[in-house]
């Protein structure tokens, strides 16, 4: 379609009018003498009639040209532009970052999978996190493993087939034997710094307590919730183990609680599956759609079309002025050559 930026500068058509009515043309009167045989008195006393001054007369072409290139001239000041179709962008509104624990501890062989086997607790992770990770194509997914420390595995990213084939590809004890939830959680909230997102979410999945943190999980928690990210915790694993196999279940809650998050706690695989299906319903896909028009200029049409016309008019006006210059004046005639 065809818009124009300056619609508002049409008022200035009626501006000629303003003006011829305004200021009204110069007349001045003056004595003369007019002579129908004028040109018989100049040959007889042998003098060659010059031109005389003239006011010329509007014609024709005058009266239909200069309205048609003034309203040409206002067009292009409007400045018209043809309106492409809009082309739409979609950005997600949420950066989700998974922090997965890759200790040794990992590597039991606890968790019953769909069948009743037997399986380790990583064999579930990747499956559960992995199918979670496909359901959320509106969400740039970040991954963090940690053990001894935390290591961020994959930024922000809109890349969900990497983040699978990173997710697939976790080995436990990769990160090292130890449990650093709360420096997790702490490399996850500096994670967000560059991020414009609007909701900022971390799920954090541990089977251990904490033993290699410099910083302290309800510390991380209070620092999160300062920073508006929400911590959701999941527990997996023996809660009556002792040690450092033991998971630390109070510690999630109440990480969960300081940040408004959730917490939860997987048994078996399909336990670990209904709890990433809630965490799919209490999180979700948020898309923000962002559309403009490009828009092409089309002011140099008019103005073009408004200058060639007086370009035309002035030159017809010449061509038609040297014409009547070479026609003979009333009344005289060309002597023969002798």
């Known amino acids: ?5 300056y ?4 008022v200035l058509l009626v501006l000629p009018l303003l003006v011829w009515w305004a200021l009204p043309s110069y007349r001045e009167a003056s004595a003369s003498v007019r002579l129908p045989y004028f040109g018989e008195v100049a040959s007889a006393a042998g003098l060659q009639p010059a031109a005389g001054a003239h006011v010329p007369h509007r014609n024709l072409a005058q009266r239909v040209l200069a309205p048609v290139a003034w309203a040409l001239i206002v067009v292009a000041l409007a400045r018209p532009q043809y309106l492409e179709p809009p082309i739409y962008k979609t950005e997600p509104v949420r950066d989700l970052l998974l922090a997965l624990d890759l200790s040794q501890s990992m590597d039991t062989r606890d968790f019953r999978n769909p069948n009743g086997a037997l399986e380790a607790r990583v064999q579930a992770v990747r499956e559960v996190v992995g199918d979670f990770v496909s359901h959320r194509p509106g969400d740039r997914i970040g991954l ?4 001894d420390a935390p290591y961020p595995l994959a930024p922000f990213t809109l890349d969900h087939a990497l983040a699978r084939t990173l997710i697939e590809d976790m ?3 990769m990160a090292g034997a130890s449990t650093s939830l709360g420096d997790a959680i702490g490399l996850g909230i500096k994670m967000f710094d560059n991020s414009h997102a609007t ?3 971390v799920i954090v999945l541990t089977d251990g307590n904490d033993t290699a943190s410099r910083m302290p999980p309800m510390q991380a928690a209070e620092i999160a919730k300062a920073r508006g990210v929400v911590v959701h915790t999941v527990g ?15 510690t999630l809650q109440r990480i969960a609680a300081a940040t408004g998050g959730r917490y939860f706690f997987g048994a078996d695989q399909n336990a670990l599956a209904s709890i990433y299906d809630t965490l799919d319903r ?16 089309l002011f140099m049409w008019p103005l073009g079309a408004a200058v060639l016309l007086v ?28």
């Open 144 to 147: 963090i493993v940690f053990g």
């Open 236 to 250: 997996i694993g023996d809660p009556a183990a002792t040690g450092e196999q033991k998971v630390d279940l109070e």
């Open 1 to 5: 379609m065809i818009a124009f930026a």
């Open 199 to 201: 909701e900022k979410v």
């Open 171 to 173: 080995v436990p004890g």
């Open 311 to 338: 370009v035309l008019y002035q030159l017809s006006m010449a061509g038609y002025a040297r014409w009547t210059a070479r026609a003979p004046l009333p009344g005289t005639r060309k002597e023969p050559a002798a």
């Open 282 to 297: 209490v999180t979700p896909h948020k898309v923000r759609t962002l559309s403009w028009r490009p828009r092409r200029e």
């Open 7 to 10: 619609p508002w500068l049409f």
